[in-house]
């Protein structure tokens, strides 16, 4: 079975700190992904990659930055913390098979609930 | 991506069939119809995805409509383990992982 695996479930951190989410993936996919999840809100895409170094914003990057150094790693940055990045994060990854770009589906971590006092 | 429409909440007595429908009128020739469920406090998990046929898997069944427009998701037998949050969402196919989730439907599965 795929794993995606979030560093932390649950993490609490003061306003202004910077805030490093990590997550690792074991099956060797290209592309990765950081959303949040908020009620009333779903899910809400900030940024992806699909290959080591690449990254795309997606649509709320703003307050966030990511890193890929590895392929197996997908870094998640909060520059500044702030109160209105309270949220669940959740990483996914994505295989593409036939080498066509197509993807196929989305296997995703537990998430971390990160509160922001 | 064209827009789906859920309702918001369902009941299934458990070892019954669930069968949630999904809207989306506004589908186009390329689209796919993806189905994904959350379980309370976990990330979301993938069931099926098809194009025009109907397509089964170990988890489910999905029946599109002959006219595309709409499509139902089939929990042949539902457990309590099945109670969650399932997501209808359309899009092309692409390599880009920007699924709209939407407010999906609220299954609760009752013994």
């Not at chain 1, 392929?71 to 593409?96: G, H, P, V």
């Not at chain 2, 979301?44 to 489910?60: C, D, F, S």
Request: contains cysteine; neutral net charge.
């Amino acid at each position: 079975d795929v794993k995606v695996t979030q560093s932390s479930r649950y993490l609490v951190k003061r306003t202004g700190e910077k805030v490093f989410l990590e997550c690792v993936q074991d099956m060797d996919h290209e592309n990765m992904f950081w959303y949040r999840q908020d009620p009333g809100l779903g899910l809400r895409l900030i940024y992806f990659s699909y290959d080591v170094k690449m990254k795309e914003k997606g649509d709320i990057p703003e307050g966030y930055s990511v890193s890929r150094e590895k392929k197996e790693r997908f870094s998640l940055i909060l520059e500044s913390a702030s109160t209105n990045q309270t949220s669940m994060y959740l990483c996914a990854s994505s295989f593409d098979p036939a080498g066509t770009g197509v993807m196929l589906r989305l296997f995703f971590g537990s998430g971390t609930q990160l509160s922001v006092l | 991506d064209a827009k789906t429409t859920q309702p918001p909440s369902m009941d299934c007595a458990e070892g019954r069939a669930a069968n949630l429908p999904c809207n989306h009128s506004t589908i186009s020739g390329n689209e796919y119809v993806y189905w994904y469920r959350q379980i309370h406090s976990q990330g979301p998990q993938y069931i099926i995805h098809g194009l025009k046929n109907n397509e089964t898997n170990e988890m489910a069944s999905l029946i599109i409509t002959e006219d595309r427009k709409s499509s139902t998701l089939i929990l042949p037998h539902a457990t309590l383990r099945d109670t969650a949050v399932y997501y209808c969402i359309v899009r092309v196919r692409s390599n880009t992982g920007k699924l709209i989730f939407g407010q999906g439907t609220t299954l609760q599965v009752k013994p």
